[in-house]
């Protein structure tokens, strides 16, 4: 069965940075599209990066575009999220996600068959 774990989130003021990692196992993890969403305190959990399989192709949400990083290692069955110039409006929950292979589509909670529990990141102002 798959397992996603996070890590790496924490407090921190704004304009600072923080790296999330994912660790994967269980099914191939180089076969899988890898995402992160999060949620926030009575919002609707939301599409924040996503990267293929190789690599090769990233997706962002407008909100983050320019200052989130997604990126993957196979090798080490891990995705990362480096998060630089944070907002207090970042503050949430994030998970990683593992997609269906199926789906073309990212930005969407329903494409996604596999979630981590989750890794508290709070921006002070």
């Known amino acids: 069965q798959v397992q996603l774990v996070e890590s790496g989130g924490g407090l921190v003021q704004a304009g600072g940075s923080l790296r999330l990692s994912c660790a994967a196992s269980?099914?191939?993890?180089?076969?899988?599209?890898m995402g992160w969403f999060r949620q926030a305190p009575g919002k609707e959990r939301e599409f924040v990066a996503a990267?293929?399989?190789?690599?090769?192709?990233?997706s962002y949400t407008d909100s983050v575009k320019g200052r989130f990083t997604i990126s993957r290692d196979n090798a080490k069955n891990t995705v990362y999220l480096q998060m630089n110039s944070l907002k207090p409006e970042d503050t949430a929950v994030y998970y990683c996600?593992?997609?269906?292979?199926?789906?073309?589509?990212?930005?969407?909670?329903?494409?996604?068959?596999?979630w981590g529990q989750g890794t508290q990141v709070t921006v002070s102002s």
């Open positions: 996600a593992q997609y269906s292979l199926s789906t073309t589509r990212v930005a969407i909670t329903a494409a996604v068959d596999y």
């Open positions: 269980g099914r191939t993890f180089s076969s899988y599209r």
């Open positions: 990267i293929s399989w190789s690599g090769g192709s990233t």
